[in-house]
């Protein structure tokens, strides 16, 4: 723990605002960029192949690159082969399919009226020159192959996901578990319910006062938890409010409106099969010359009654993810540090201060297994964070050493033998 520059995993040649791991795949899908600015850096979603090397540590291969015009992504979600990204004010669908070798050559050679694959041709030539030479000058060390051919994306449809009238910004999208259902929050406080895949929209309703911040749905979509700037997280049923939450149940010493939520997240809970967990963040509203702690708070994830609330450091954390398994807590900070929590304990297990020195934008575990392939190796746990800064880190807990049970019990009964044979000594016909 401290402070220290973790080595890159990859780093891209533009800004990154979101990372995700396709289950399906085992593909690392990271996007970003410059925005409709005219400063030459691009704007586009990279699909990476992660690959364990050795016990511990992880290598990084860029597969694609999907160029997204002139608009960022600035969130993603992605479910059963589908992209949707926050672009502006609209929630974009893309689907991509990853293809052996043989299949992507033959794809490749039979799309030859296809825009996407047109466009993979340019970039195969002087664009992805240009790439790689952009990524060399932002120093990019990871190892880069132009495999255009394996994946392919093309657009499936668009949808307006925010309609604020002054700068319309979708803020968050997520599928729900069963892929049933896209939801999507934004600038101008409404949550917005589409299904999926017909993109019907079922709901749309005001959820809070100013932006939307976070949201998430359970498992079986029978709570939409929402996090707004208007110190409120609400918990929906449809788009009826069910119950507003209130974490100064476990803090009542904190003063009312001190704190806001700022992010929310559903967790399973290891051994335990119907068991479910809520985590929310909560940072300070204003903030002192004195940074007083951010929180972290853990809540029954059915009867919705907080359960734990811990202190989480002083710096803002900017983003928050649960590992598959509900094990861990990642959280990363505006100040670039990156931490991960014991979820049953809510205590910090690890910690690097400013790993990225700028926003941490978004995180996402990688799961134990991907393809078949374990990817813990010796490690508990790896946390993937992308930042402002472009750059893709890979943070690593290895495993902790663990004293069987049985060699627990025989040093137990060695010591209470010794303690019987001290006190025969001691007090003769103690026995």
Request: glycine residues 10%; charged residues 20%.
């Amino acid at each position: 723990m401290g402070k220290k520059r973790m080595p890159d995993l990859y780093r891209a040649p533009f800004p990154l605002y979101s990372i995700k791991v396709d289950p399906d795949t085992g593909l690392v899908i990271t996007a970003g960029g410059g925005g409709a600015s005219k400063t030459g850096i691009k704007n586009a979603v990279h699909f990476l192949d992660v690959q364990l090397v050795g016990e511990q540590r992880y290598s990084a291969t860029l597969l694609h690159s999907h160029d997204t015009d002139t608009r960022a992504t600035m969130n993603m979600a992605v479910g059963s082969g589908v992209i949707a990204a926050g672009q502006d004010g609209t929630c974009c669908l893309m689907k991509f399919k990853h293809c052996t070798q043989k299949e992507g050559k033959a794809a490749h050679k039979d799309a030859g009226n296809s825009v996407q694959q047109g466009n993979a041709r340019r970039r195969a030539g002087k664009g992805d020159r240009g790439r790689q030479d952009g990524a060399a000058a932002s120093g990019d060390t990871s190892d880069i192959k132009d495999e255009t051919a394996q994946i392919t994306v093309t657009g499936l449809a668009e949808v307006q996901s925010d309609l604020n009238p002054q700068d319309p910004l979708q803020k968050m999208v997520r599928f729900s578990p069963d892929l049933s259902l896209l939801l999507t929050g934004g600038t101008d406080g409404h949550i917005r319910v589409w299904e999926f895949p017909s993109l019907k929209k079922k709901f749309d309703f005001k959820a809070h006062e100013g932006e939307i911040e976070d949201l998430d749905i359970s498992p079986g979509n029978k709570h939409l938890v929402t996090v707004g700037r208007d110190f409120a997280c609400s918990v929906w049923s449809g788009n009826q409010l069910v119950i507003g939450l209130n974490w100064r149940e476990t803090m009542p010493q904190i003063a009312e409106k001190t704190y806001r939520y700022m992010a929310c997240r559903f967790g399973k809970v290891e051994d335990q099969k119907d068991a479910l967990r809520l985590y929310t963040v909560q940072i300070p509203h204003k903030r002192d010359r004195k940074p007083p702690p951010c929180f972290l708070t853990k809540w029954d994830g059915k009867s919705l009654l907080p359960m734990l609330t811990a202190p989480c450091g002083t710096e803002v954390i900017s983003s928050l993810a649960v590992s598959d398994s509900g094990t861990f807590l990642g959280l990363g900070t505006v100040t670039g540090s990156v931490a991960i929590y014991i979820a049953f304990s809510l205590q910090k297990l690890y910690y690097v201060q400013e790993s990225h020195g700028i926003v941490v934008t978004d995180l996402a575990f990688l799961p134990d297994s991907m393809k078949g392939k374990n990817m813990k190796g010796n490690n508990e746990t790896a946390l993937l964070s992308v930042a402002v800064d472009s750059r893709c880190q890979v943070h690593t807990v290895t495993n902790r050493r663990y004293f069987p049970v049985w060699l627990v019990l025989f040093f137990c009964g060695l010591m209470v033998v010794g303690v019987i044979f001290l006190l025969q000594n001691l007090f003769p016909g103690f026995i």
